[in-house]
């Protein structure tokens, strides 16, 4: 169910207040700023990348860095705007030097982001490497192999009691470090991705027209 405008910005401040004052785990030891996400809370795409990197932990932001400027090329490539998507992290603290998450880390901080994607409800997860895809595909009960494999699939599942489609891609920093991997990333944005964005809007357009034309009935009943 998708939360009223009011109730979900309230539920939205209550995290994103949590979030900052949060010390569950060792990480609000080194964090500069922790990094809630951001987005519309009634966004229908939601990106879910690993951990919060320097220019992230600097600006309280996701995404900001050279990764996040690729991020936002690869959106425009989907026919996507930054500012309509919610894009988010399995762990909302930077972990020192930019290390792989720890599997406490992720346990502390995974409840905020499962309050987040019922919160949002989105239609479609994008998640942003192997941890993203490995425990959002986990989660909803899709055994991770390897991103070679999993890349560019959509998954039709039920996570946290929301039904949506994830598709796992690659990091766009792994993109940026492997050019190799760049051309893979920009095809699962450019076809896969904005297959299923323009899926919804055709959605979106046929709901319209048939309340249109319930709307006009109605009229020419009463
Ligand atoms: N890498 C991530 O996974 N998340 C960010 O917010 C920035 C870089």
Redesign the pocket.
């Known amino acids: 169910m998708r939360l009223d405008k009011k109730s979900c910005s309230e539920e939205w401040y209550r995290i994103v207040e949590e979030i900052m004052g949060c010390i569950k785990c060792k990480l609000h030891k080194t964090r500069r700023n922790p990094?809630p996400g951001e987005g519309p809370c009634n966004a229908e795409i939601m990106f879910v990348?690993?951990?919060?990197?320097g220019?992230?932990d600097e600006t309280g932001r996701?995404?900001?860095?050279a990764?996040?400027q690729f991020l936002t090329e690869l959106l425009s490539m989907a026919g996507l705007r930054r500012e309509n998507v919610f894009?988010t992290?399995i762990l909302k603290c930077r972990p020192p030097n930019n290390r792989d998450p720890e599997p406490d880390e992720i346990e502390a901080c995974k409840p905020y982001l499962v309050r987040q994607v019922k919160l949002v409800s989105p239609k479609i997860i994008v998640t942003?490497?192997r941890y993203a895809g490995r425990i959002l595909l986990g989660d909803a009960g899709i055994k991770w192999s390897n991103m070679t494999r999993m890349h560019g699939k959509v998954f039709s599942v039920e996570l946290y009691g929301v039904k949506l489609k994830i598709m796992p891609t690659y990091?766009p920093?792994a993109a940026l470090y492997y050019p190799k991997l760049k051309p893979v990333v920009i095809k699962d944005f450019k076809e896969t991705l904005k297959g299923l964005v323009e899926e919804i809007r055709e959605e979106k357009r046929n709901t319209n027209r048939v309340k249109k034309r319930h709307t006009i009935l109605d009229f020419l009943s009463s």
């Open positions: 990094v990348g690993e951990a919060p990197g220019k992230e996701p995404f900001v860095g990764a996040g894009i992290n942003l490497g990091h920093a």
